[in-house]
């Protein structure tokens, strides 16, 4: 077991009590002390039993790569030799020319965007990730080893993340809310729950699982096109789950948490950017349910390319007259190849690829 990883009542697998699992586990991620001695109010015997049943070892960052615009692309090595990436996300965003009026007197701040799984066995066709296969699920302790690693370096604090790295997380589900709940927890990251987003290509079941817990993480659900017949070639997984069941399934999320279900949409060129597209949108979602967030294709996987903004300003007038919410995501770090999309760290070996 790995120290990072527990939350406090695990701890009762050891024979330890909450109130010695929240100073452990403050140890072990708010601070992020290597070793217990500095643990009051414990028992040393207690200290060396956790100690001898548990690891600290923090994980091991291959390379950094920062962007002019403030984003650093993380590659890490977990045990076995697999590799994964996460980005370092600075609010507000230092691109040249960006627009930081609205936060004057806000706090500058970091979001982690943390990978769930090394490779990923979705085969998204706009997705770098997809194409490497999948090799293996993270364990909770190593999700939070990412955010661990990337604070320890920061110069500004760390106060939120997204569960959008490599991966489908909810084919990894325990483990992702296992680690959700330890950056959220008060003795943990201290995040606050509803400053992390879990993001899913759709898979209902975990959705309905996701809602029927009550969990305040965010849900943030891709969709990339309103006609499942042209989603299938872009998300192979629409013939497992259908539009129609993950659209009912983020609808009643929605409602179920008063608040709007976030559907990711990259916008590829000449595919799913037109009026009629966008009139789809409209017809499939419900707007007061959801709010949509539009995302440039990033690198070269797929061989797609960007909507051009004539294509893109009639697609978001139709949007506009169908009072579907909407923003655009900055895609920051391109110059690093760290932004949605193209993260595609390898372990070396032939992963399996299901489509």
Do not use: W
């Amino acid at each position: 077991m790995h120290r990072c990883g527990m939350l406090p009542e695990q701890y009762e697998r050891l024979g330890i009590g909450e109130e010695v699992g929240r100073k452990l586990l403050a140890a072990a991620v708010q601070r992020g002390e290597p070793d217990l001695r500095s643990v009051r109010g414990v028992r040393r015997a207690v200290l060396e039993a956790v100690d001898s049943a548990t690891s600290a070892a923090p994980i091991r960052v291959l390379r950094r790569q920062a962007a002019s615009d403030g984003f650093v692309k993380y590659l890490f090595e977990l045990e076995g030799g697999a590799q994964v990436e996460a980005v370092r996300i600075p609010i507000p965003c230092e691109a040249p020319g960006a627009d930081t009026s609205a936060y004057a007197g806000k706090e500058k701040k970091y979001i982690v965007c943390v990978s769930s799984q090394a490779g990923c066995a979705l085969a998204c066709a706009f997705c770098a990730t997809g194409g490497l296969g999948f090799s293996r699920n993270l364990l909770a302790h190593e999700i939070v080893g990412q955010v661990l690693a990337v604070r320890g370096e920061a110069d500004r604090p760390v106060r939120g993340v997204v569960f959008m790295g490599m991966g489908e997380p909810f084919l990894n589900y325990d483990q992702v809310i296992a680690a959700a709940r330890i950056l959220s927890h008060p003795c943990g990251g201290s995040i606050d729950a509803r400053a992390i987003t879990v993001s899913t290509a759709g898979i209902v079941p975990a959705i309905r699982r996701f809602t029927a817990e009550g969990h305040k993480f965010r849900l943030a659900v891709s969709l990339t096109h309103a006609d499942p017949r042209k989603r299938l070639p872009l998300m192979p997984i629409e013939r497992t789950h259908p539009t129609s069941e993950l659209v009912a399934a983020l609808h009643d999320h929605a409602r179920a948490r008063r608040t709007r279900v976030l559907v990711e949409y990259v916008l590829l060129g000449g595919v799913n950017d037109s009026p009629q597209d966008a009139e789809q949108l409209g017809r499939l979602l419900d707007p007061s349910l959801v709010k949509l967030d539009l995302i440039d294709v990033n690198g070269e996987e797929g061989g797609f390319r960007r909507s051009s903004r004539e294509a893109r300003s009639a697609f978001l007038d139709e949007l506009a007259r169908a009072r579907i919410p909407f923003a655009i995501r900055y895609s920051g770090g391109q110059e690093v190849a760290a932004g949605c999309g193209q993260l595609a760290a390898s372990d070396g070996r032939q992963g399996s690829r299901i489509v």
